[in-house]
């Protein structure tokens, strides 16, 4: 069988969600090697192994490529931020502690494959829309988390914001050796514990 029949045969045996696993595997490589800027649906192809009616079934354009590609890191994000939520103690240092790290410590995994597609997120208003839905629900599971320590009322937006923007920016510097994980993750426990403390004193 010569090598043509063997990719077509493996083709077929990957399952939808198998090859969606691959495809994204596939751009996250291409994005950690070159960024996103050349990142389109036909290198992609290439580069899997499969044609292009086959990148084109699964993300119809770039844009939804990056939108998937954000998505998968939210995902995977979320996952890591319930565990911790879910096995924090119950003091506001150790809250704020466990989120910093395992925010920081997603992204540091991601590498600098996140930041670029962030970057490539806010160059439409449809990828915009994308990021935004998944901040608004990291902020109300972060206002739900820290409420127990909140007088009178929850965390304001502009409180979580602030924070969410701070979380970002420290996990960038870290990514791009700007400061080391200890120094963003202790900065980001720091805004964290301000946050709930300015909340804690509101009449």
């Given at each position: 069988?010569n090598g043509?029949?063997t990719?077509?045969?493996t ?5 939808r969600p ?11 490589a291409l994005?950690?090697s070159?960024?996103t800027?050349?990142l389109?649906?036909g ?5 899997a ?7 084109y079934?699964?993300f119809?354009?770039r ?7 954000y998505?998968d890191?939210?995902?995977?994000q979320?996952?890591?931020i319930?565990?911790?939520?879910a096995?924090a103690?119950p003091?506001?240092?150790?809250r704020?502690a466990?989120?910093?790290?395992r925010y920081?410590?997603c992204?540091?995994?991601q590498?600098r494959?996140i930041p670029?597609?962030l ?8 990828l915009?829309?994308v ?7 990291f902020?109300?599971k972060?206002r739900?988390?820290f ?8 965390l304001?937006?502009?409180a979580l914001?602030?924070?969410l923007g ?8 870290a990514?791009?050796?700007d ?9 980001l426990?720091?805004t964290l514990?301000?946050?709930i403390?300015r909340?804690?004193t509101?009449?």
């Amino acid at each position: 069988m010569n090598g043509s029949a063997t990719t077509s045969v493996t083709r077929r045996r990957l399952s939808r969600p198998d090859r969606q696993r691959q495809l994204l595997d596939t751009a996250w490589a291409l994005i950690r090697s070159e960024g996103t800027a050349p990142l389109t649906l036909g290198r992609l192809a290439e580069t899997a192994g499969v044609t292009k009616p086959v990148a084109y079934d699964h993300f119809g354009s770039r844009n939804g490529l990056l939108a998937a590609l954000y998505e998968d890191f939210d995902v995977r994000q979320n996952a890591i931020i319930d565990a911790a939520m879910a096995s924090a103690g119950p003091t506001p240092q150790e809250r704020a502690a466990i989120i910093a790290q395992r925010y920081v410590e997603c992204v540091l995994t991601q590498g600098r494959e996140i930041p670029d597609v962030l970057a490539a997120l806010s160059g439409s208003p449809e990828l915009a829309a994308v990021k935004r839905r998944y901040q608004m629900a990291f902020m109300e599971k972060c206002r739900t988390f820290f409420a127990p320590f909140c007088r009178g009322s929850a965390l304001s937006s502009a409180a979580l914001w602030a924070m969410l923007g701070a979380a970002d920016a420290l996990s960038d510097a870290a990514v791009r050796g700007d400061i080391s994980r200890d120094q963003a993750v202790a900065e980001l426990t720091a805004t964290l514990l301000a946050m709930i403390e300015r909340s804690m004193t509101q009449d």
